[in-house]
Nanobody, 124 residues
């Protein structure tokens, strides 16, 4: 079992930056691939970014590529999502998730554990 707790979401102006954190506890964090997803009101949950267990490989949705960066610190059992040049369309609840499957995972069905989410609101 892995418990995930996100933090760092808040209201920010367009063009601003935020860093989300996801703290993990429970089973060995470093053995899990990690991902970030988001869900805007009235929309389905969508993939944002993913990292392999080592952090050596990452993958991003086209909508955030070049603006967001996923990273992890296995010593601290934490994964981060640095978000720059934020846009109003980035407004959503952001979730981190852990996957026991090998490699980069972009589909929420591949993830075994989920956090409760943190709200990011970008004003224009």
């Amino acid at each position: 079992q892995v418990q995930l707790v996100e933090s760092g979401g808040r209201l920010v102006q367009a063009g601003g930056s935020l860093r989300l954190s996801c703290a993990a506890s429970g089973r060995i964090f470093s053995r899990y691939g990690m991902g970030w997803f988001r869900q805007a009101p009235g929309k389905e949950r969508e993939f944002v970014a993913a990292s392999t267990w080592s952090g050596g490989s990452t993958y991003y949705a086209d909508s955030v590529k070049g603006r967001f960066t996923i990273s992890r610190d296995n010593a601290k059992n934490t994964v981060y999502l640095q978000m720059n040049s934020l846009k109003p369309e980035d407004t959503a609840v952001y979730y981190c998730a852990a996957s026991g499957k090998y490699g980069i995972r972009r589909h929420d069905n591949d993830y075994d554990y989920w956090g409760q989410g943190t709200q990011v609101t970008v004003s224009s």
